[in-house]
């Protein structure tokens, strides 16, 4: 008994930290994170980051050129311009974008880009326009990279393939006839040096030439996982096929049709929270207050999940419905709780064996539904796109929240208050007074 005590108090301790920090986290001018004074450089906003339909922002979409690119190399091609313009992007400083790849009506590969908060994408614009210019460089007496000569233009492909040996993944460079040339005049003079690789003057790769390569056919080999391989090869194709883009549409998303929709979803919540927290009072009365608490905490704590400055989620409408359906979750899971509580207390259990049995009776069922619900994000996370993968995520992290939640913070609140002079009477664990009067019969 002791030491369930300890447990107890441990327990409570640690949710009071947590809602404290929920509090402080999900407060809508947050601290700043600044970790520059313990020796860490690290200094970032907590804040709530916005997709483009709740802070507006630009819409565009560009029809990719494919017609003197092979059917075989059309996904890759068109996977290697979404990398080179996301690696553009970026560094303009915009963040959150997304970049996916699409198919319109008349069957024309077409590339989507977002970039959320931005009103005047014309820089963007410009970068996105280019063709991606790959090129060899290698050093020179200075220890400075220098241009070779040889270029995408004379690239022709890169795969990606295993050892059999040593089964490393490598990359297969092919070059075309000129590029063989230099490829080899490259080598020969380079042997145990290292050439680089450049893409839009950014290094991709440099490795150390071992050998001449007179053939227009070379292995690049390191300690590359499969997935590296395969985006450096992406990376490699993107200068070799390079796709024209021409840009169909552009559309600017208003910041009003974000703050609605951000306050239509606001009071949609509160609305739908007040309606479920007298329900949970109403009918389940001393339980039913602990759950409205800890459903409280509950959704402090996934807020400021989200607005972690390490991995934020990026919140659209899509995104909050996930947050607004993991809350009904949470309920549920106490519903069921409360419900096996309730049967037990009927059986003639004292109230901490209830309790106890309750808890233990319903977390089969809570942990099959979340299970099952888990598994649905996360085939929507891996399948889905942009607002479905929003969706998915914010739902999975408020499920596994919810069942913290009702495990622990629901069952250490009960546990706490079962000593409480209210608990000698079952009227506030939800029975009735003919129930509690035949008990006391029996």
């Not at 995408?152 to 040996?165: P, Q, W, Y």
């Not at 998915?392 to 079962?418: C, D, Q």
Request: hydrophobic share 45%; glycine share 8%; charged share 20%.
């Amino acid at each position: 008994m002791a030491s369930r005590k300890r447990k107890t108090f441990w327990l409570l301790f640690f949710i009071l930290i947590l809602a404290v920090w929920g509090v402080l986290w999900s407060w809508p001018k947050g601290p700043d994170l600044n970790l520059k004074p313990i020796g860490i450089n690290y200094d970032a906003k907590i804040e709530v980051h916005q997709g483009l339909d709740l802070q507006g922002g630009t819409h565009l979409v560009y029809q990719a050129d494919l017609k003197d690119i092979a059917d075989k190399e059309k996904d890759n091609a068109v996977t290697g311009a979404i990398n080179v313009i996301e690696r553009r992007i970026n560094p303009s400083g915009v963040s959150e974008i997304l970049i996916q790849p699409a198919k319109s009506l008349a069957n024309e590969y077409q590339i989507i880009v977002e970039l959320p908060g931005v009103s005047d994408p014309n820089d963007a614009i410009s970068l996105i326009g280019k063709t991606a210019k790959m090129d060899f460089r290698e050093l020179d007496e200075t220890g400075n990279w220098i241009e070779t000569g040889l270029t995408g233009a004379d690239f022709k492909s890169a795969s990606v393939e295993i050892n059999s040996s040593t089964g490393s993944p490598e990359i297969n460079i092919e070059f075309n006839d000129r590029g063989a040339t230099l490829f080899g005049e490259i080598t020969k003079r380079n042997l145990q040096k290292p050439v680089a690789i450049y893409l839009d003057d950014e290094l991709l790769s440099a490795p150390t030439v071992q050998s001449e390569i007179s053939s227009g056919r070379g292995t690049i080999s390191g300690q590359f996982t499969l997935e590296e391989a395969k985006r450096l090869a992406i990376q490699l194709n993107a200068g070799a096929l390079p796709i024209p883009l021409k840009l169909v549409e552009q559309r600017n998303v208003g910041a009003t049709l974000g703050k609605d929709s951000i306050e239509k979803s606001f009071m949609a919540g509160i609305v739908g929270l007040l309606v479920v927290a007298l329900f949970m009072i109403f009918y389940y009365r001393w339980p039913g207050i602990l759950a409205v608490v800890a459903l409280g905490i509950y959704s402090l704590i996934t807020f400021a999940v989200f607005k972690n400055p390490f991995q934020p989620i990026t919140l659209t409408l899509a995104g909050v419905a996930g947050f607004i359906l993991s809350i009904g979750m949470a309920v549920d899971a106490n519903i069921l709780i409360f419900e096996r509580t309730r049967e037990e207390l009927r059986a003639g259990r004292s109230l901490d064996s209830a309790v106890e049995q309750g808890f233990k009776r319903a977390w089969s069922s809570i942990r099959d539904s979340n299970v099952s619900s888990l598994i649905t994000c996360l085939i929507l996370s891996w399948l889905g796109t942009g607002p479905i993968r929003g969706f998915a995520i914010t739902l999975a992290i408020g499920i596994l929240i919810s069942m913290f939640s009702a495990i622990t913070i629901t069952r250490t609140f009960l546990r706490v208050t079962e000593k409480f002079p209210l608990a000698k009477n079952l009227w506030w664990y939800g029975l009735s007074k003919k129930e509690i009067k035949g008990l006391k019969n029996a």
